[in-house]
C-alpha cells in the first residue's frame, strides 16, 4: 500500500514555455502533499507544503508565481513550472502524507526529471 | 533553529557493519525517519522512531536518543546494493520533516 505516483517521469521543455507535473496518491487520501527539488548531488530542498482544498504554503526563497501547486482533492496534487527556464532543471520529487493517524510518514512519488532547454 | 547534522559521506567494506549518525534538533519532536535514495531515484522509506530505543529490521537497525537529540542507522551484512545516500528526517510539531543534507555510503568489494 502507500503507492505515490508522479508524471510524467521525465519532460523536456524549451525555455519560456509551461510544465505542469502530477502527483497521485493511488491507495490512500493524502491531506497533505509536499513538493521538493534536488539538484545534482545535492540533498532534497522542500518548495511547498500544500492542504487539499487550501493555498500551498512555499518556503522562503521559492517563487509562487512561477511555481503553481494546485492540491484540487485528496488523490491529486499538480506543480506547473511557469516560464521555464534552464536553471529550473532539476529533479522535482513529491510526497504524500496522510495525518489521519500516524506515524504521518511521507511516500514519496519516483520524481520527475525536468530538462529545459 | 531546526537542524539535522550527519556525515557527508563514509565507506564501508562489502559484508560489514556500519552505522551513520544523526543529531537533531527541532521544534517539537514527532519521531525520526531515515529513508535510502539511490542515485537519480526518489527516497524510500526505512525506519521510523518515536521512543527511545532500537528498532531492529533485517539488516536495518535504527536507534534514538531524545534526550541526546541523537539517532543512529545500523547497516549489517553490507551489500553492494546498499551503495545509496541515507536521509535522516526529523518531523516538527507540525508534523513536517526536517531534511539532513544526507549520508554518501560507498560500499567497496
Known amino acids: 500500500g502507500a503507492v505515490v505516483s508522479q508524471h510524467p517521469s521525465w519532460v523536456i521543455c524549451k525555455s519560456g514555455t509551461s510544465v505542469k507535473i502530477e502527483c497521485r496518491s493511488l491507495?490512500?487520501?493524502?491531506?497533505?502533499m509536499f513538493w521538493y527539488r534536488q539538484f545534482p548531488k545535492q540533498s532534497l530542498m522542500l518548495m511547498a507544503t500544500?492542504?487539499?482544498?487550501?493555498?500551498?504554503?512555499?518556503e522562503q526563497g521559492v517563487e509562487k508565481d512561477k511555481f503553481l501547486i494546485n492540491h484540487a482533492s485528496l488523490t491529486l496534487s499538480t506543480l506547473t513550472v511557469t516560464s521555464a527556464h534552464p536553471e529550473d532543471s532539476s529533479f522535482y520529487i513529491c510526497?504524500?502524507?496522510?495525518?489521519?493517524?500516524?506515524?504521518?510518514?511521507?511516500?514519496f512519488g519516483p520524481g520527475t526529471r525536468l530538462t529545459v532547454t | 533553529g531546526q537542524n539535522i547534522d550527519q556525515p557527508t559521506e563514509m565507506t564501508a567494506t562489502e559484508g560489514a557493519i556500519v552505522q551513520i549518525n544523526c543529531t537533531y534538533q527541532?521544534?517539537?519532536?514527532?519521531?525520526l525517519f531515515w529513508y535510502q535514495q539511490h542515485a537519480g531515484e526518489a527516497p524510500t522509506f526505512l525506519s521510523y522512531?518515536?521512543l527511545d530505543g532500537l528498532e531492529e529490521k533485517g539488516r536495518f537497525s535504527s536507534f534514538l536518543s531524545r534526550s541526546k537529540g541523537y539517532s543512529y542507522l545500523l547497516l549489517k551484512e553490507l551489500q553492494m546494493k546498499d551503495s545509496a545516500s541515507y536521509l535522516c528526517?526529523?518531523?516538527?510539531?507540525?508534523?513536517?520533516?526536517?531534511w539532513g543534507a544526507g549520508t554518501k555510503l560507498i560500499i567497496k568489494p
Open positions: 500544500s492542504n487539499e482544498g487550501s493555498k500551498a504554503t512555499y
Open positions: 527541532t521544534s517539537g519532536f514527532n519521531g
Open positions: 522512531n518515536v
Open positions: 491507495d490512500f487520501q493524502a491531506t497533505t
Open positions: 510526497s504524500a502524507q496522510t495525518r489521519t493517524g500516524g506515524p504521518y510518514e511521507q511516500y
Open positions: 528526517a526529523g518531523m516538527d510539531s507540525n508534523y513536517q520533516l526536517i
